[in-house]
C-alpha cells in the first residue's frame, strides 16, 4: 500500500528500490505491480518534468528573442478610428471567416516566414517583436499605414478602393517599415524618406515574389495590385518595373512616378515626396534583381538588407550614398559582376553617373 | 470664407485624390454655408494651432489633414495627424471631406 503513496516527481523511495521490489521474490504478485506501475509512472512523469523544463526554456527563448516564433494578434476596430480595437484572432487560433482579418493574419505570417528564411531574422525588431496588425479602421477608409508599433488596415471605400488587406505586398510594405525602423531608422522627409519607401516596396515586393516562388523575371514588380475596383483604370498603385505607368484614371489622375533621377519631383507635399520619389531607388533594385537573374532575394534582397543595416547607412541619408552602398555591398558579398551589375542599375535610373 | 481641405501622405499618392478641395462660402446655398462656418467655428479653427498633432516617430503612411481658412485678410492653416482625436475638427474634416466625394 505504501508504495501506491509514491506518486511525487520527487519520489520518496528511489527508482533502484522499486526496481528491486517489482522484481523480488518475497514481495507479493500485487507488491510488483505496484512498484512496476510505480516506476512506469515515474519514468512518465520524469519524462513530462524533462518535457516541461524544454517547454519552459522554449518559452523563455522565445520570450528573450533568441528562438524565432511568430505571434500575431489581428483587432477589429469595427469601423471605428480607435486602435488596436477588438481582438479578434491570436497565434495558432482558426480562421475568422472575415476576409480582411484572415488575409492580415496570413500575410503577416508569409512575411515572418520571409525574413526569417531568407535573412534569419526574427520578427520585425530581430528579437521576436509581436505582429499586431487592425483591421476594418474607420469608414470607408482609403489608407494603411504603420504607426511605430502596429500596421493599421482600411476598408477602402468599395467606390474606387478594395480593402487594403487584400494585397500581400501592402501588408509586408507596412511591416517593412517596422524593420526599417528598427534599423536604419531613415528619417521620414525628402530623400531618405522616398528611400524608406521604396525599401517597404522592395521588401514587400520580395515577400510576395518569394510566397509566389517567383524568378525576379516573372515577377509583376506591382505594388497594391488587386486594390483598385474596376471602376479605377489602372493595375496597382505603383509598378517597379515601370514607374508611372500603374494607373491613368479620370478619377485618381495619372501616375506621377519618375523613372530617372532628371525626373525627380520637388515637393513639400507627402513629405517632400517620398511616395513618388521612392520609384527611383525601386526601380534601380528591379534593375538589379532582374540583371542578376534568379530569385530576387538571392542576392540583391541580400545586398538591400545587408546595407539597411550597415551603420553607414545614416538616417539622413540620400539616394546617392545609398547606391555607393550598395554597389559596395555587391563587391563585398559576391564580386565584379555583381557590383558591376549593382552600379549600372543606378547609373540607369541616374543616381550614379 | 474660403476653406481648403488637403490629405496629404498616406500610403499611396493619387494626384487628384489628394489634390486641395477648396469651397468659398459665399458661393453655397444659405444652409451649406451656415453648416461649413458652424462647423469652423465649433472646431475653434482660428484658435488652435497650426500643427495640432503629427504623425508619431517611426511611423509611415500616416494621413495627415491641412484645412487652411481665408476671411478677408486673415489666413489660418491647421495640420492634424489621423486620427483626428478633435471631435469639432474631425466633424469639419468629415464635412468637407464628404462634400469633396461627392
Same mark, same amino acid.
Given at each position: 500500500?505504501?508504495?501506491?503513496?509514491?506518486?511525487?516527481?520527487?519520489?520518496?523511495?528511489?527508482?533502484?528500490?522499486?526496481?528491486?521490489?517489482? %522484481?523480488?521474490?518475497?514481495?507479493?504478485?500485487?507488491?510488483?505491480?505496484?512498484?512496476?506501475?510505480?516506476?512506469?509512472?515515474?519514468?512518465?512523469?520524469?519524462?513530462?518534468?524533462?518535457?516541461?523544463?524544454?517547454?519552459? !526554456?522554449?518559452?523563455?527563448?522565445?520570450?528573450? +528573442?533568441?528562438?524565432?516564433?511568430?505571434?500575431?494578434?489581428?483587432?477589429?476596430?469595427?469601423?471605428?478610428?480607435?486602435?488596436?480595437?477588438?481582438?479578434?484572432?491570436? &497565434?495558432? !487560433?482558426?480562421? !475568422?471567416?472575415?476576409?480582411?482579418?484572415?488575409?492580415?493574419?496570413?500575410?503577416?505570417?508569409?512575411?515572418?516566414?520571409?525574413?526569417?528564411? =531568407?535573412?534569419?531574422?526574427?520578427?520585425?525588431?530581430?528579437?521576436?517583436?509581436?505582429?499586431?496588425?487592425?483591421?476594418?479602421?474607420?469608414?470607408?477608409?482609403?489608407?494603411?499605414?504603420?504607426?511605430?508599433?502596429?500596421? =493599421?488596415?482600411?476598408?477602402?471605400?468599395?467606390?474606387?478602393?478594395?480593402?487594403?488587406?487584400?494585397?500581400?505586398?501592402?501588408?509586408?510594405?507596412?511591416?517593412?517599415? +517596422?524593420?526599417?525602423?528598427?534599423?536604419?531608422?531613415? &528619417?521620414?522627409?525628402?530623400?531618405?524618406?522616398?528611400?524608406?519607401?521604396?525599401?517597404?516596396?522592395?521588401?514587400?515586393?520580395?515577400?510576395?515574389?518569394?510566397?509566389?516562388?517567383?524568378?525576379?523575371?516573372?515577377?509583376?514588380?506591382?505594388?497594391? %495590385?488587386? =486594390?483598385?475596383?474596376?471602376?479605377?483604370?489602372?493595375?496597382?498603385?505603383?509598378?517597379?518595373?515601370?514607374?508611372?505607368?500603374?494607373?491613368?484614371? /479620370?478619377?485618381?489622375?495619372?501616375? /506621377?512616378?519618375?523613372?530617372?533621377?532628371?525626373?525627380?519631383?520637388?515637393?513639400?507635399?507627402?513629405?517632400? +515626396?517620398?511616395?513618388?520619389?521612392? !520609384?527611383?531607388?525601386?526601380?534601380?533594385?528591379?534593375?538589379?534583381?532582374?540583371?542578376?537573374?534568379?530569385?530576387?532575394?538571392?542576392?540583391?534582397?541580400?545586398?538591400?538588407?545587408?546595407?539597411?543595416?550597415?551603420?553607414?547607412?545614416?538616417?539622413?541619408?540620400?539616394?546617392?550614398?545609398?547606391?555607393?552602398?550598395?554597389?559596395?555591398?555587391?563587391?563585398?558579398?559576391?564580386?565584379?559582376?555583381?557590383?558591376?551589375?549593382?552600379?549600372?542599375?543606378?547609373?540607369?535610373?541616374?543616381? =550614379?553617373? | 470664407?474660403?476653406?481648403?481641405?488637403?490629405?496629404?501622405? +498616406?500610403?499611396?499618392?493619387? /494626384?487628384?485624390?489628394?489634390?486641395?478641395?477648396?469651397?468659398?462660402?459665399?458661393?453655397?446655398?444659405?444652409? &451649406?454655408?451656415?453648416?461649413?462656418?458652424?462647423?469652423? %467655428?465649433?472646431?475653434?479653427?482660428?484658435?488652435?494651432?497650426?500643427?495640432?498633432?503629427?504623425?508619431?516617430?517611426?511611423?509611415?503612411?500616416?494621413?495627415?489633414?491641412?484645412?487652411?481658412?481665408?476671411?478677408?485678410?486673415?489666413?489660418?492653416?491647421?495640420?492634424?495627424?489621423?486620427?483626428?482625436?478633435?471631435?469639432?475638427?474631425?466633424?469639419?474634416?468629415?464635412?468637407?471631406?464628404?462634400?469633396?466625394?461627392?
Amino acid at each position: 500500500m505504501m508504495l501506491k503513496k509514491v506518486h511525487s516527481l520527487c519520489g520518496i523511495i528511489p527508482p533502484y528500490m522499486l526496481e528491486s521490489i517489482s %522484481k523480488a521474490e518475497l514481495a507479493n504478485v500485487e507488491g510488483r505491480a505496484a512498484a512496476r506501475r510505480t516506476l512506469a509512472l515515474t519514468a512518465v512523469l520524469q519524462t513530462k518534468r524533462r518535457i516541461d523544463g524544454a517547454r519552459i !526554456s522554449r518559452v523563455m527563448a522565445v520570450k528573450d +528573442g533568441s528562438i524565432p516564433h511568430k505571434n500575431r494578434r489581428i483587432y477589429t476596430c469595427n469601423n471605428s478610428e480607435s486602435y488596436p480595437g477588438t481582438l479578434v484572432r491570436s &497565434e495558432d !487560433s482558426d480562421r !475568422s471567416g472575415d476576409a480582411a482579418i484572415d488575409e492580415c493574419y496570413e500575410s503577416f505570417g508569409a512575411t515572418f516566414d520571409f525574413y526569417q528564411k =531568407i535573412f534569419e531574422r526574427n520578427s520585425l525588431d530581430n528579437t521576436g517583436m509581436d505582429l499586431i496588425g487592425s483591421v476594418h479602421y474607420g469608414k470607408s477608409y482609403n489608407n494603411a499605414f504603420w504607426n511605430g508599433s502596429q500596421m =493599421i488596415f482600411g476598408d477602402g471605400d468599395g467606390i474606387y478602393f478594395n480593402r487594403f488587406t487584400q494585397a500581400l505586398e501592402v501588408i509586408a510594405h507596412e511591416l517593412a517599415h +517596422g524593420v526599417t525602423s528598427y534599423t536604419a531608422d531613415l &528619417e521620414y522627409e525628402g530623400q531618405s524618406g522616398a528611400l524608406n519607401e521604396s525599401l517597404s516596396d522592395v521588401f514587400g515586393s520580395m515577400v510576395k515574389q518569394h510566397h509566389l516562388k517567383q524568378r525576379a523575371a516573372d515577377a509583376d514588380w506591382l505594388i497594391g %495590385k488587386g =486594390i483598385f475596383t474596376n471602376l479605377v483604370q489602372g493595375v496597382a498603385f505603383r509598378s517597379m518595373k515601370a514607374p508611372g505607368t500603374a494607373y491613368n484614371d /479620370p478619377h485618381l489622375g495619372k501616375d /506621377p512616378q519618375p523613372a530617372h533621377m532628371k525626373e525627380f519631383i520637388h515637393t513639400t507635399e507627402d513629405n517632400g +515626396g517620398v511616395h513618388k520619389n521612392c !520609384s527611383i531607388p525601386n526601380h534601380a533594385f528591379y534593375l538589379l534583381a532582374t540583371a542578376l537573374g534568379g530569385y530576387s532575394w538571392e542576392k540583391a534582397g541580400r545586398i538591400w538588407y545587408a546595407v539597411l543595416r550597415q551603420p553607414e547607412l545614416v538616417k539622413n541619408a540620400d539616394f546617392v550614398l545609398f547606391a555607393k552602398l550598395t554597389c559596395e555591398m555587391a563587391l563585398k558579398m559576391y564580386g565584379e559582376t555583381e557590383h558591376n551589375a549593382a552600379l549600372n542599375a543606378w547609373k540607369q535610373v541616374g543616381v =550614379i553617373n | 470664407m474660403i476653406v481648403t481641405v488637403q490629405v496629404d501622405g +498616406g500610403f499611396a499618392f493619387f /494626384p487628384k485624390l489628394n489634390a486641395p478641395q477648396t469651397v468659398d462660402t459665399e458661393r453655397l446655398p444659405a444652409e &451649406e454655408k451656415n453648416r461649413i462656418e458652424t462647423l469652423v %467655428k465649433e472646431a475653434h479653427v482660428w484658435d488652435i494651432s497650426e500643427v495640432l498633432s503629427e504623425p508619431p516617430r517611426h511611423a509611415a503612411d500616416v494621413q495627415t489633414f491641412v484645412v487652411t481658412v481665408r476671411d478677408g485678410d486673415r489666413v489660418h492653416q491647421v495640420r492634424a495627424a489621423e486620427p483626428v482625436t478633435d471631435v469639432a475638427l474631425a466633424s469639419l474634416l468629415d464635412f468637407l471631406l464628404k462634400r469633396s466625394d461627392e
